[in-house]
């Protein structure tokens, strides 16, 4: 069997990047193809002549060793089942390294943005994956001079790298849990210490269930994801440490469900919201924790589950390093509350205010009930 390399390459440009997009000619053409069912509508999308188009397939079917697509007189062109295949990957691949491809596009930025100017602030924040920090990394940079060294990680690793001096700032995410969370408690309390840290008010989001195109298997909710009158949905988990898993544990505690009860959740995990939504999409599973703004980017269902707050969160002393009160007043502007409008189930929460641990987050002082020396529980 012939053997196919795989060549990466990056390039310097006048303006900037959003997002963590690579692009790759042959992919665009398959998605191009798949989308218009023609030749000749693929070529206008893509700006091309029909010619062009027609040699650039047969040059990639040359180079791969396989035919990409089929068609007939008279019938709409299709991808064949090798091209279909080799482009859901593609898509599930970049997905899953979304998270790896912005870390590093952001240490080309920082390290560029050094040598050309060694007076710009520097900012390493490690958070949880989330869409709209990006965003806000862009924004710092263009408005406020401030360079954010952007590096995804779970929730729970997020703040043990804080904790170990590795980032200035670290960002998890959380609901309101009033009535308090084991799970959360559990994992995060050890990290976090009253008058120590101080939270910085990012954004509100929602957190749900998402599931494929109209819904096919009539999910409303976790209980759903039980297999009874002969349905099993097929769910995609996030990886342990991370805050939607975190919260996944905490919601099914909250409704008496078991985790062995529901297919999958043990099977292995994804490690962001794009990763799973990509696996939705690819039909690689029915159902997965994530925001809605990634269900909508891959055109999948959303059952919205619960809003939480993403908070990003620095040792106290350091609210008033240059870097930080840079990124403070990016999260107070109204650039940043226009920019949010543009990802579904995102909304502006307390953008740069300075917020106390324990106010800010009702679990904290949530005690379980002990028993007294006397007959029945009360609280502690």
Known sequence: MQS??????????????????????????????????????????LGASYRHIW??????????????VTWSQGQPARLTPFADRL????????????????????????VLAEALDGSQHVLT?????????????????????????????????????LSQGRCRVAGFHVPALPGGSRQFAAAMKPLLKPGLHKLIGCVRRTQGLMVQPGNPLGLQGLADLVPRNGRTPRFL?????????????????????????????????????????????????????GIEAAARAFGLGFLPLIEEDYFLVCLKDALEHPAVLKLREALASTAW???LQALPGYAPSSGGQV???TQALPWWNFRQAKKPAGDGLQPA
């Open 355 to 357: 917020l106390s641990l």
């Open 237 to 289: 988990n996030r990886q342990s440490g991370s805050g939607t898993r975190l919260l996944m544990d905490h919601l099914l505690a909250e409704q008496g469900l078991a985790p062995e009860a529901i297919p999958g959740w043990f099977q292995p995990p994804e490690d962001s919201h794009l990763a799973v939504a990509a696996a939705l999409a690819s039909g690689g599973a029915d159902a997965g924790p």
């Open 125 to 161: 924040v490690f958070a949880s994956h989330d869409l709209a920090l990006p965003m806000l990394r862009d924004l710092a940079n263009r408005d406020h001079g401030l360079h954010i060294d952007l590096r995804f990680a779970g929730s729970v690793d997020a703040l043990a790298a």
């Open 55 to 68: 040699g650039a397939l047969k040059r990639w079917e040359a180079t791969l060793g396989e035919p990409l």
């Open 87 to 110: 482009l859901w990957a593609e898509k599930r691949a970049r997905a899953r390294l979304t998270p790896h491809i912005e870390a590093l596009r952001a240490e080309l930025e920082r």
């Open 4 to 45: 196919r390399g795989v060549h990466l390459q990056y390039s310097f440009e006048s303006t900037g990047q959003r997002g963590a997009a690579l692009h790759n000619p042959l992919f665009e053409l398959l998605q191009a193809v798949h989308e218009h069912g023609s030749i000749q509508h693929a070529a206008k999308h």
């Open 337 to 339: 509350q226009q920019a």
